[in-house]
């Protein structure tokens, strides 16, 4: 499969310039018709075949056998969750929290990885510890500095803001170092860069399929260390929690399927199973080298001085100034070109795709 091949499959981009799949990603034709198909076959078929809810639970089962396989990761380690945000409350909520306990995230994060820690902080009167950045980046003694007295720190492997990324891996040897568990939001990272959690080693990476997979909404996924598990004690249980839902007494599952729940939409990761395989039939060396052409294409007609993410290729985010960002991105939806705002501050954000081309930057800098 050609990058032409899966737009050609994609009709989310035909009709405008869409450059805003670091928000959600247009669904492939057929990433749609494998939530359609297991939608119908569950509906239709299932009940007077293998039943409803084993027809879900293969899917489940696929899904995590597929999660694990994109995260080059052990499937005992796969939670599913509907969000990003879903995985990374069920990793705050499982954590014991004690009062004065401190919690690091950066002055980047997402509100997935903001609001969490908000509301446990008013809960169990934690302290939470906002690092600053510089251009999107790091600062290694800063960060040291700051996770020294941590209970767990929470950041991104790619900032939203930026598009930079960060070095998951020695990020979580400081924090290792000084005692404190990790969770990595990867969300923007599946479907447009290979992906290593074990190499990462972090305790718990978050992450959905609905932005660079071009899968469907409702779909995301957790990766949990063994370590970090054992850990953890959930304040939710439902029947794909435990082991045995019938038993008189519960146990949870010994893997990460301890974190998922109950009853939730299986078509949805029909759809992350199909988008994964998809992406993976593309290639991840394709992707990087087609949007690190494409990116390179709009960066140098941006300009260096308007330009606010990095010159060199991190990502197909690429964030610029803007004196009336909100006047902006209207005047260029009316045109056809698809970007978005980026809060508190002066800028707009461009996600380019492998699926997107030549013709959608000129499209872009020619509407600027």
Known sequence: ???EELRAETPGFENCTYLNTGASGP???RVVEAATGFLEHHEYESPNEEGMYAAADAVYTDAREAVADLLNTDERRVALTQSTTDGINRIASAVDFEPGDVVVRTDLEHSAGILPWQRLADLHDLEIRVLETHDGRIDPDEYAEAVSDARLVCFSALTWTHGTRLPVRELVEIAHDAGARVLVDAVQMPGQADLDVEAWGADAVAAAGHKWLLGTWGAG???VSPEFLADLEPRSVGYRSVA???ADEYAFHEGARRLEIGTTNPASYAALVEAIRTMD???YDRIESRIAELTDRLKAGLGEERLLSPREYKSGLVTFADGNPEETVGRLAESGVRVRTLPGGESIRA??????????????????
């Open 244 to 246: 045995e839902p019938d």
């Open 221 to 223: 996924f957790l990766a």
């Open 351 to 368: 996600s380019v795709h492998a699926i997107n081309t030549e013709a959608d930057i000129e499209a872009l800098l020619g509407a600027l």
């Open 1 to 3: 499969m050609t990058p």
């Open 27 to 29: 669904s492939p034709r």
């Open 281 to 283: 039939e593309l290639g």
